[in-house]
């Protein structure tokens, strides 16, 4: 060891001052220290390390203190890059074998070195066999590099790090079964392993995205199931993809055999074997694959495991499986925000190893863990890693060693497990419950297997891995590996593990048997548009009023911002005679009067507190202590739980979270709004899979309401559309309704419409709510709107609207916000030039008012031009949507006339001078009966 003064500063360790002292201490009476201690000085002292002379004394106090400090920089490095030399992987990766990390000498260190420091120097909670350095070290390297190995040190905090350190050195949550239980864990690989050869040999080529390679997902399932029971969850919600999930149905889940098969079978009506995901073929439901299907299961112990539906968008259904577990675990029935109960349910999300560090949507996920607005008291994550993206290798997948390495960001700890250890890898699933448990916190088990076939089935792997499924080709199955095992320990013998597999094999046979093989009738699906069954939405202007002044009522000693308590002061005389209520005022009554009616809200967004605009103001803050102030926390009338929360910037996860959640609780009104309408677009695969196509897919009724700020204003491309064509391209079969409202009132009815819908007619609703309109003075209302009106799917212009309807000669067509230009346009002018021109706004766009129009075009029988107005470019907004339906009402040979921006590559332009011209130009072709050729295009 080197004895140089400016090498050891470079060591850290135990305090050299400390040693000195306790060296010191030592040569006056030996009893004065700890045992240990005593017995680690009088070895030097025997050794000849110390000296009566001072010099060489505080010299060898240095080498102890050096030897100490190389030894815990050791076993610290044991600890941390231990999982670096762990035996971790089923198949041999193709890579340079390279040195131990820990051998002594990169640590200056002899075996004779660590004998002599005493463990208890070392290791605060060493096990009492651990004496001394040497035994430390082996005793850790056995810990930490074995089939099991742990990624911690990016864990900050102290006490959860120190708890994982402790969990595997102590080895507390090591599974040691029984023989009983070995021979349960080796029957259930049989099956599973029987189950997939079984489809391999009979459904030849067709895809099933077999287990095989992490058959231990399905062990690992049922403990963690099992030890959720135990600990009192009433609910497990479970996302996953294709890989395993036929066989996680069919052994965790306990859907049958036969409706399995029955999937695969090509014959048979789904009417005949309704199954999970398969309930027959009738209105909005066109079925799914057999892979992408879930399915409930009510387990003995009163908890019931939930597997969601799931399209080919992998990691895209890990928020909605967030959302379920948080509506199971809100309870929502008293007033203010639900009371959340954890222990209600929990999650569990199965990954693949390319799309974890792949998929955006897996980041934005993991960031919700901590948010109050979203946790759900942590999440289980296995990555069912098979080294393998398709036909993409891992270095080509991620720029880490590890598909997990995306979690560390997140403060998450992580275990790496060999699949083809089972019980190591029940030991992975018990220790991450453990912690999910004491910490409510996410945890991440990286389960390292392989795939034995392609992707799917149909895939030959030797074109694009040739020496990887070499190996694979000669590598036992894990019931096998275990059965092996299990004979050595003389638990099971050769011929009852033959008998075994045969009976399984002839199990899956006879049911495949029983299965109908006539060809059955065919029937299609019926595309049938129904609409929303009239509802009384009015509310009594005395109960209005009421709820008004409680909203404006603060609790003592509380100080509103001075600017905004004036503004919000303002809305007191809102229901007197001349007065109106602007659109945010309407969206607190629809809101407070939702909540009198005894139905939960849950509203939340990137600025929802207060409203991207300013508008909203619903959570206050204290002007001299920030102290938050929700009057709708507060109101008396109030029957039911109100929940409002600033989301992250994250629109998949987010959106994808709420869709979740108003899954699962449909007693409650969801709405997730977003900062500006275009940010939806980072949401795309949630709205196309799952929001619009749920409950055709899979029969998954939501009735979640999204806003999204919609207006040409001159800000720019970014910041104008919410992408109207989108949703109007997406509607079918009564999927949603979608909104672009100008009225105060029109909101106020349709959020309560929303809220009271029944189950059988539940849907989602999809609204462009304004910008510019929020406090214009043409979107206010009166309050005997609120109180006397309804929700109209037509409205017909006032200003326009003429005593004599048969003297029209142009009906203009609009909707949202390009309505109120005209009519302001209109009012500007203060002439009778517009008398042969009536403005007709469609606030419903789908699902489309056929038999209003139908009667408005028998009304205006004399009308000799017609027209479409929209701020959006011809390409986007509803005309693509609306021409062909428009035409089918009218009753003679009038053509319509298209009037608004061109096609365009870009849904706004950049400059507000130019935006603000075209705006001028296309008011004023629509309002002139001859003239704007420019803006006005024919069929």
């Not at 100490?68 to 990766?93: D, V």
């Not at 810990?143 to 790090?161: I, L, P």
């Not at 080919?312 to 890990?318: A, G, T």
């Amino acid at each position: 060891m080197t004895k140089n003064g400016d090498k050891w500063r470079n060591f850290h360790g135990p305090n050299l001052a400390y040693i000195e002292e306790l060296h010191e201490r030592f040569l006056e009476d030996p009893n004065s220290v700890d045992q240990s201690m005593r017995a680690f000085f009088t070895n030097k002292k025997e050794n000849k390390w110390t000296s009566n002379t001072d010099n060489i004394a505080i010299t060898n106090i240095h080498n102890v203190s050096h030897t100490i400090a190389n030894t815990m920089r050791l076993l610290q490095s044991i600890r941390t890059y231990g999982h670096q030399e762990a035996s971790l992987y089923p198949i041999t990766k193709q890579k340079e074998q390279h040195q131990s990390n820990f051998e002594l000498r990169y640590f200056n260190l002899t075996e004779e070195e660590l004998k002599s420091v005493p463990a208890t120097m070392l290791w605060e909670n060493a096990p009492h066999n651990i004496e001394n350095g040497l035994q430390a070290y082996e005793y850790l390297k056995k810990c930490y590099t074995g089939k099991v190995a742990y990624e911690f040190s990016h864990v900050f905090e102290q006490e959860e790090r120190d708890w994982l350190d402790q969990a595997v050195e102590k080895g507390t949550y090591i599974v040691s079964l029984s023989p009983e239980n070995k021979h349960k864990l080796l029957d259930t690989l049989l099956k599973v392993d029987a189950f997939e050869q079984f489809l391999q040999k009979t459904f030849v080529g067709q895809k099933r995205f077999s287990i095989e390679g992490v058959d231990m997902l399905v062990p690992m399932l049922e403990d963690a199931a099992k030890l959720a029971a135990k600990n009192g969850y009433k609910q497990v919600v479970m996302g996953m993809a294709h890989r395993g999930r036929l066989n996680v149905l069919a052994h965790v889940l306990q859907k049958p055999y036969d409706l399995i098969l029955s999937e695969f079978h090509h014959s048979p009506n789904k009417d005949l074997i309704p199954s999970e995901g398969s309930r027959g073929i009738n209105f909005g439901w066109t079925g799914d694959v057999k892979y992408h299907l879930g399915a409930n299961h009510e387990m003995e112990e009163g908890l019931t495991l939930t597997l969601a539906h799931n399209p080919s968008h992998l990691e895209f259904v890990n928020p909605v499986v967030s959302g379920f577990a948080r509506a199971y675990q809100d309870e929502r029935t008293s007033v203010g925000y639900p009371i959340q109960h954890m222990s209600n349910a929990m999650s569990v999300v199965i990954h693949g190893d390319a799309a974890f560090p792949g998929e955006g949507v897996v980041a934005e996920t993991l960031n919700l863990m901590n948010l109050r607005g979203y946790n759900t008291g942590g999440t289980i994550h296995i990555i069912a890693n098979n080294l393998l993206g398709f036909t993409t290798d891992s270095e080509d997948a991620r720029s880490t060693k590890y598909a997990s390495d995306i979690a560390k960001g997140f403060e998450i700890p992580i275990i790496h497990v060999n699949a083809d250890d089972p019980e190591a890898c029940l030991s992975a699933i018990k220790l991450a419950f453990a912690y999910k448990q004491k910490f409510q916190k996410d945890v991440v088990i990286d389960l390292i297997g392989y795939r034995r076939y392609g992707h799917n089935e149909m895939d030959d792997p030797m074109a694009t891995q040739p020496l990887l499924y070499e190996q694979i080709a000669k590598h036992d199955r894990l019931a096998d590996i275990y059965s092996s095992i299990l004979m050595k320990e003389k638990i099971v013998t050769k011929d009852s593990i033959k008998d075994k597999k045969e009976k399984l094999e002839q199990h899956l046979k006879d049911t495949y048997k029983q299965i109908p093989k006539e060809k059955q009738e065919v029937k299609l699906p019926e595309s049938i548009e129904k609409r929303i069954a009239t509802k009384n939405t009015a509310v009594s202007k005395d109960v209005l009023m009421k709820i008004n002044t409680n909203l404006l009522t603060w609790p003592k000693g509380y100080t509103p911002y001075p600017k905004l308590e004036k503004i919000l002061q303002r809305r007191n005389d809102a229901f007197e005679d001349g007065k109106k209520i602007d659109w945010a005022l309407a969206e607190t009554l629809a809101f407070a009067t939702i909540l009198k009616d005894g139905t939960p809200i849950r509203l939340t967004g990137q600025d929802s507190e207060r409203g991207t605009f300013a508008q909203r103001h619903l959570v206050l803050h204290d002007h001299k202590t920030n102290r938050t102030f929700s009057p709708l926390h507060h109101l008396p009338e109030a029957k039911a739980s109100f929940a409002i929360y600033n989301s992250p910037l994250s629109e998949a996860a987010a959106l994808g979270f709420e869709y979740g959640y108003s899954v699962k609780a449909p007693d409650t009104l969801v709405l997730w709004e977003a900062q500006y309408g275009d940010f939806v677009n980072a949401a795309q695969v949630i709205i196309d899979q799952f929001i619009s196509a749920g409950q055709a897919k899979w029969g998954q009724k939501s009735k979640l309401v999204m806003l999204l700020p919609h207006g040409f204003e001159g800000q720019g491309p970014e910041h104008s559309s919410a992408r109207l064509e989108r949703f109007l391209t997406l509607a079918a079969e009564s999927n949603w309704t979608i909104a672009n409202l100008t009225s105060a009132a029109q909101y106020f009815h349709i959020l309560r419409r929303q809220a009271a819908l029944e189950e059988k007619e539940a849907r989602p609703l999809i609204i462009l709510t304004p910008k510019s309109l929020l406090r214009n003075a043409y979107t206010a209302c009166q309050g005997n709107e609120l109180s006397d009106g309804s929700f109209h799917s037509v409205l017909e212009d006032n200003r326009t609207k003429s005593e004599q309807p048969e003297k029209l000669k142009k009906l203009i067509f609009c909707s949202g916000k390009i309505a109120i230009d005209l009519i302001t346009k209109i009012d500007e002018a203060q002439t009778k030039e517009f008398n042969e021109v009536h403005i007709i706004r469609i606030e419903e766009l789908y699902p489309f008012p056929e038999k209003e129009m139908r009667q408005l075009f028998t009304k205006y029988k004399n009308v000799s031009s017609i027209a479409w107005v929209q701020e959006e470019p011809k390409n986007m907004g509803a005309w693509p949507y609306i021409q062909a339906r428009l035409k089918e009402c009218i009753n003679k040979d009038i053509p319509i006339s298209y009037i608004g921006r061109p096609d365009r590559s870009s849904p706004a332009t950049g400059d507000p001078n130019v935006h603000k011209k075209e705006q001028d130009q296309i008011i004023d072709s629509a309002l002139d009966v001859s003239k704007g050729e420019e803006y006005i295009e024919r069929n």
